[in-house]
């Protein structure tokens, strides 16, 4: 179970996707967090530009490897809008980041995006755990799937628009 206290840290990352929306980008926004509960870095979703790999999860992944020791990397939890892809995933393991808390799951994305008429992404949709041995996962958190969703929608109709 997600502890209260740990719920700001999934709501300031449903405000970096918000974040991400307004500049055109989709709304994704994720959290690094150090074993004594500060913020050590944040990022929100950059692929606007046409470089797909502009994950916010990717970049703290990269952010953790040059600023943080190992072993706080592996006390560190990232928090995150929406469950890492599984480059991202990656990532986070390569460089031996510790917990995730996502709000919303892979699944319930791509549930979404079906609904709207989005074709598939080229990368395959996997959960972290079958990317990523032994890490702690918890996710997905009921309570914000309404406003993340709506946020996809309004990405998604602002580029339906655009068209
Ligand atoms: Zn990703």
Redesign the pocket.
Known sequence: MLAKSELRYLRRCVELAAEALEHGDQPFGSVLVAADGRILAEDRNRVAGGDHTR?P??ELARWAAANLTLEERTAATVFTSGE??P??AAAHGWVGLGRIVYATSSKQLHAWLEELGVPPSPVRNLSIQEVVRDIAVEGPVPELADEIRTLHRRYRRAAAAER
């Open positions: 994950h999860e990717f890492h892809c480059m991202c």
